[in-house]
């Protein structure tokens, strides 16, 4: 007698998840005892799309819930409603939600609302505080209860679970799928440059110069973080053996204060955001990393480039504590000390950028599929 595949229903919405789970959505493809759908609320509608593209992954079910201004709680209350209609619908064996975004919070409430178990990818970060990251921190911590499948990228994330009291044997060490997805893009920029051959007009306009990547958007850091960020890009660039490519995200909040406080710095190339190919050749080009992005410090260790956390605490220690990363927060006289100490200090770069990536081997998609297929008796 055949039995009929199980369904696995993968949703996500924003650019940070896709490519977090592109390389699941692969793995757990390559089984036959598992049937995979994929929707998409499009949470990040344009961002998310060039995720989607370079993965060649087209989403099962699409629900384009992105509106100009939208509140977290129309966006909440959106999700819910949508996604329960989806679940209805498809009936899933289970539901895979990834990290910490308004739609992996709704994707679990409404799988458990269905009785529909839940796989957490990326489960069990914490920073230990509510508001940093907002609304992540409090996001993730909902999914933790609902979800009987954590699979947390290290021991320390699995560690924070079980001090949650979240059964032991319903937590997995995997390693970070964005490593995954790191190896997967570099070897298709290495087949097909032209993928990535963009920014071959900024590597000739900076060569000889030290770059350093710029990500910034959190939403804690608007005004008053902002604008010290915007300062400390600024005086970085009066250097003349440094330049910086900033992808400038599109939130108002981000643009505004860069126009104002930034104008036309020589040596800071203020560009779209960057594609994920575009994105690792950017982190191939950078000599040190700027952000306050989580996903960032993850990515660049793997390349062996230092990270300058622009924020107050993360909820991704580990890089820190193996010296990859360093806080440095929102503070322009913090930022500009702590870039110049790796520009000038030969020894404190080294150390950063030959300390050891504690966020996986690429090998973490594979370990979830498994997982979840021996959790259906195969």
Not at 12 to 34: D, M, N, S
Not at 83 to 91: H, I, N, S, Y
Not at 222 to 236: H, K, N, S, Y
């Amino acid at each position: 007698m055949t039995v009929a595949p199980k369904k696995i229903l993968v949703v996500f919405g924003t650019r940070p998840e896709a490519i977090k789970l592109f390389p699941v959505v692969q793995a757990l493809a390559a089984r036959p005892e598992l049937q995979v759908r994929t929707c998409v609320t499009a949470q990040h509608r344009g961002l998310l799309d060039q995720v989607l593209q370079i993965a060649e992954l087209t989403p099962d079910i699409d629900l384009d819930l992105m509106e100009p201004g939208q509140s977290l709680d129309r966006l909440t209350a959106r999700l819910l409603t949508g996604l329960g209609e989806v679940m209805d619908a498809e009936a899933p064996d289970r539901v895979m939600v990834q990290g910490d975004t308004a739609t992996a919070m709704v994707g679990a409430l409404a799988a458990y609302y269905r009785k529909v178990p839940v796989s957490h990818v990326e489960a069990g970060l914490r920073s230990g505080d509510i508001w940093q990251p907002w609304p992540e921190e409090v996001n993730r911590r909902i999914v933790a209860p609902i979800a009987d499948q954590h699979f947390a990228p290290t021991q320390t994330a699995a560690d924070a679970l079980l001090r949650e009291n979240i059964a032991a044997d319903t937590v997995h060490v995997t390693g970070n799928t964005v490593i995954d997805a790191l190896h997967w893009t570099r070897a298709r920029i290495a087949a097909d440059p032209m993928i990535a051959a963009g920014l071959d007009g900024l590597a000739a306009r900076f060569a000889g110069k030290r770059i350093v990547l710029v990500t910034t958007h959190r939403r804690e850091n608007f005004g008053d973080g902002m604008a010290q960020i915007a300062a400390a890009i600024g005086r970085i660039a009066d250097r003349d053996d440094v330049a910086l490519i900033f992808p400038v995200h599109p939130n108002p909040n981000v643009v505004s204060v860069m126009d104002r406080v930034l104008g036309t710095c020589a040596n800071v190339a203020r560009i779209d955001p960057l594609d994920y190919p575009h994105f690792i050749r950017a982190l191939e080009l950078a000599h040190l990393v700027l952000t306050d992005s989580g996903g960032v410090q993850e990515e660049a260790p793997a390349l062996g480039k230092p990270v300058l956390v622009m924020r107050e605490t993360t909820e991704r220690p580990e890089g820190v504590t193996a010296g990859t990363a360093k806080l440095v927060g929102p503070h322009a006289d913090r930022i500009v000390s702590e870039i110049s100490t790796l520009l000038d200090d030969t020894a404190a770069y080294s150390a950063m950028a030959r300390a050891h990536n504690p966020f996986g081997d690429g090998k973490a998609s594979a370990r979830i599929a498994g997982v979840i297929a021996n959790g259906f008796g195969n």
